[in-house]
């Protein structure tokens, strides 16, 4: 099917010029694409067509795919291409939109929706999760990768083999997109040939983005996982698993379809997401009634991966929350005993005592932690809201009342200063607690389990509980 309801145009993002096509009303809501490697936003064309009725759609071509510039430094990380999608939805002057992304546009949407999830109405992923299958990988690295120029007739048979369920009329069609002429009057590809380079270097993501199933978990928005029913990429088995993990997402399955689902199965497709959206639009999309946690075991293996990356960026975090949490918890307890002042002198003197033995940490250090927790969570999005649900569920389990009302005390002056830092905090904390169990814990992390102990103490002696001697503390643990 060729597609013409549609303007090229082009939106300066950064030092970047970056393509994209426009279908449908300018004032409808707006639905941007996000395309796979080695390919531009026409993947997205027999969509759009059937789209354009209702909404505005926006493909993009990403940077160094299509007609966008490639980026000359060889930039391609996971963070540059959620930056540019930042930086294009500010050119367009879209505040919320429907983000669609496909294979590797995918996993770069999913990172958009956890640093920016204030801009996404909702989320359509297709055929992409947090593992892929090495075959299906490999095969599109072996077709990337093959001759570098060709007679255009020899690409459309090329295509054409690696994927039999597209007529030679449909392939000719998009190979119009995906080629262009060199001067000697054959053809090459339009993304950006060190990809196809071996020794390059170049990868798309950054190398420290591994957590993907913590990513996953982190997208809040509604969202719609399509899977291709004969796809080598996508399993059903992942697939399933990440709409199960993910708060509000439900997952549907295209027969007929390989990885290229928009374009090998485009009427069911379409289908498919109009289902979605028009849920959507009515209010009926439900969410995930109750969310349970993955299994601790998973979550520690998680977190020791993460920690191999970065572990100076977790001790600063967990070593300032720690510290926040407990200067916190201890001011309002002692604000609220205020009035009793009299009858609780030698617990004020008890709780001055223990304010003087924490760690030094002055209001400017405090605010550089939290900042600092704030740009992890922008440029890494390992932490998100769930995080902060976990954490919330941590503290319920915790049969204490004045513990629990000193935390949460503690978590509300958190959060009038930043929410992400907040939730930052709040994961860092836990994620210490859990070094601390594994006895994996550093002299920092040592000092911030203390700190977080002598605050719990404080707290339940100004709230009147009685301990029995040497007593263990109880911890809050996650269940399976």
């Not at 013409?4 to 082009?10: F, H, N, T």
């Not at 505005?56 to 071509?61: I, P």
């Not at 690409?155 to 080629?179: K, P, S, W």
């Not at 629990?404 to 907040?422: F, K, M, W, Y």
Request: glycine share 8%.
């Amino acid at each position: 099917m060729v597609t013409a309801g549609y303007l090229e145009r082009s939106a300066t993002v950064g030092n970047l010029t970056l393509a994209y096509q426009e279908w449908g009303n300018p004032e409808g809501q707006p639905i941007i694409m996000l395309h796979g490697f080695g390919v531009s936003g026409h993947m997205f064309d027999e969509f759009a067509d059937r789209m354009q009725d209702r909404y505005r759609l926006l493909a993009l071509d990403q940077r160094g795919h299509g007609d966008s510039d490639w980026s000359a430094e060889g930039d391609y990380s996971r963070a540059a291409f959620v930056e540019d999608l930042e930086g294009f939805r500010k050119a367009l002057g879209i505040e919320r939109f429907i983000l669609v992304g496909h294979s590797m546009g995918g996993l770069n949407s999913v990172a958009y929706a956890n640093t920016y999830p204030q801009h996404i109405r909702a989320l359509i992923l297709v055929d992409v999760g947090p593992e892929s299958a090495k075959e299906g990988v490999d095969n599109i690295v072996r077709f990337t990768r093959g001759p570098d120029e060709l007679e255009f007739e020899e690409f459309v048979d090329l295509a054409h083999r690696f994927n039999q369920r597209r007529t030679l009329e449909n392939i000719r069609e998009r190979m119009r997109h995906r080629l262009k002429q060199t001067d000697n009057g054959k053809w090459t590809w339009k993304f950006d040939k060190r990809f196809r380079q071996p020794d390059s270097g170049l990868r798309i993501g950054n190398p420290e983005d591994g957590d993907s199933w913590a990513l996953f978990r982190g997208v809040l928005a509604p969202t719609l996982l399509v899977r291709g029913a004969e796809s080598d990429v996508l399993s059903q088995s992942v697939a399933e698993r990440a709409a199960s993990e993910m708060p509000r997402a439900q997952l549907t399955v295209v027969p007929g379809a390989g990885h290229s689902v928009p374009g090998d199965s485009p009427d069911a497709f379409t289908e498919s997401v109009r289902d979605f959206l028009g849920a959507l639009e009515r209010g009926d999309f439900e969410p995930v009634a109750a969310y349970a946690p993955p299994p601790l075991e998973q979550l520690v293996e998680e977190h020791s991966a993460a920690t191999r990356r970065g572990p100076s960026l977790i001790v600063l975090i967990a070593a300032g929350a720690a510290a926040a949490l407990a200067l916190a918890g201890a001011g309002v307890i002692i604000r609220r005993a205020g009035q009793r002042k009299n009858k609780r002198a030698p617990l004020l003197n008890r709780a001055g005592s223990a304010a003087a033995a924490l760690p030094a940490v002055n209001p400017v250090d405090l605010e550089a932690a939290r900042e600092r927790a704030a740009e992890v969570v922008s440029r890494l999005s390992l932490v998100g809201a769930n995080s902060a649900r976990r954490a919330r569920k941590s503290i319920s389990e915790v049969d204490l009342e004045a513990a629990r009302t000193a935390a949460r005390d503690a978590l509300v002056i958190l959060n009038e200063g930043s929410h992400q830092a907040a939730s930052a905090g709040r994961d860092a904390y836990r994620k210490v607690d859990r070094k601390k169990l594994k006895k994996r814990g550093s002299r920092a992390l040592i000092v911030a389990g203390k700190t977080g102990s002598l605050a719990l103490n404080t707290a339940l002696r100004l709230a009147g509980k009685k301990q029995k001697p040497r007593q263990k503390r109880r911890v809050a643990r996650w269940r399976n």
